[in-house]
């Protein structure tokens, strides 16, 4: 349950965070703004935090207990088969996760010196990259 329940709030907040994007503009003649709503008001890059917490939680889901059966003395190669390719599976999800952290982590980190380059001394220096109050 809870990697279901982590996977919906992932995916609404990364909703929510692109539609801030997307309505940024206010004044049509201001080019670029600094998001301040939501989780933009602890890190660069929420839209993307969101999507590696959405990707985790798939992670997460993907992890049952293998042990049911072999703990209750059903010692049958049906079930080491299921175990076994359940374990290729994670593999494939973890290797699929690492991924999505690498390639969205410098996506942030290159949002990031664009803003603060952009923005210079008007962006607030305390926001961090991707996860808030950490990096």
Same mark, same amino acid.
């Given at each position: 349950?809870? *990697? ?15 539609? $801030? ?20 008001? !602890?890190?660069?890059?929420? /839209?993307?935090? !969101? ?17 049911? *059966? ?6 049958? *190669?049906?079930? /080491?088969?299921?175990?076994?390719? *359940? ?9 699929? !996760? ?35 109050? $950490? !990096?």
């Amino acid at each position: 349950w809870f *990697g279901a329940c982590l996977c919906i709030y992932a995916q609404y907040e990364h909703f929510k965070h692109h539609q $801030i994007l997307a309505n940024i503009r206010t004044d049509p003649s201001v080019k670029y703004e600094i998001p301040k709503q939501r989780y933009f008001r !602890f890190v660069s890059s929420p /839209h993307y935090l !969101f999507e590696i917490i959405f990707y985790l939680s798939l992670v997460l889901m993907e992890f049952p207990s293998c042990n049911n *059966g072999i703990q209750s003395n059903q010692d049958s *190669g049906i079930t /080491h088969v299921l175990c076994l390719l *359940g374990t290729i599976s994670r593999f494939n999800s973890m290797a699929l !996760f690492l991924w999505v952290v690498s390639n969205l982590t410098v996506s942030a980190i290159n949002t990031d010196s664009w803003y603060r380059e952009k923005f210079r001394d008007e962006y607030p220096s305390q926001r961090k990259i991707l996860v808030p109050f $950490i !990096f």
